[in-house]
């Protein structure tokens, strides 16, 4: 049976590196699921969870918390390259809602005094700390 590899690589390094049967990820333009054999395409992701459905146990889906980048599916190999990716296990909760209500503050500190390039700062990293705390939850 065929099988997608999936890796997921930051500045810091590989991220993430497993097989398999299905990935399901958010590009700029919807929801993509991808299955063997799927076509190569390269696309720019959204921020947003990554969902993959691992080959060892039907019942085994890890998922990945990604801030964009770009996602390239060559030959059953998906690669993700993004800015930062963390997996639900590794994300402390508690401080994206941290991340999450300073963004707030800073979205409305930024509205009241109407500097644009802040807001738009903030909402970038709202929009972040609410993806890490809904895949951090996920566990």
């Not at 497993?18 to 991808?34: K, N, P, Q, Y």
């Not at 998906?78 to 941290?98: G, M």
């Not at 999450?100 to 709202?126: F, G, P, T, V, Y």
């Amino acid at each position: 049976m065929a099988h997608l590899t999936v890796q997921i690589v930051t500045p810091d390094g590989l991220v993430y590196d497993h097989h398999a049967s299905f990935v399901s990820v958010r590009t700029l333009d919807g929801e993509m699921g991808i299955l063997p054999r799927h076509e190569n395409m390269i696309a720019v992701l959204a921020v947003d969870e990554v969902k993959v459905k691992r080959i060892d146990d039907d019942t085994h889906v890890n998922w990945i918390a990604v801030n964009g980048g770009i996602i390239e599916i060559a030959n059953n190999v998906i690669t993700i390259i993004a800015d930062s990716a963390e997996r639900a296990r590794d994300i402390d909760v508690s401080r994206a809602e941290r991340a999450k209500l300073r963004a707030e503050r800073e979205i409305e500190e930024a509205q009241d005094k109407h500097l644009i390039d802040q807001e738009r700062r903030a909402k970038i990293a709202l929009q972040r700390a609410i993806n890490r705390i809904n895949v951090g939850n996920k566990l």
